[in-house]
């Protein structure tokens, strides 16, 4: 089996920071693009930043400047840093990521829990 699984979700100050972890297990050969979405409640999940396998990173503008995204590829894991938080990145954040499987050697998203971010002003 292959599971996501957030972390570091919680209450903070408009201003403040907060880190989420996302770490990857099961049967992974390599994990490609991983990435971090965001759900506010009735509104559309949107993409918030992905980092490839080689570290090239692309950011939302709504976050340009205040996220940060890496990865720690010998524990399989995702990181976002954010920095100076906003009422409006309020949300529940989502891992996701391409793992390939073993042995098939075949492609399969998948997509974590999630977890609660709120920011209050």
Known sequence: QVQLVESGGGLVQAGGSLRLSCAASGSIFAINTMAWYRQAPGKQRELVATITRGGARNYADSVKGRFTISRDNAKNTVYVQM???????????YCNADCVISPSFTLYNYWGQGTQVTVSS
């Open 83 to 93: 920095n100076s938080l906003k009422p409006e990145d309020t949300a529940v954040y």
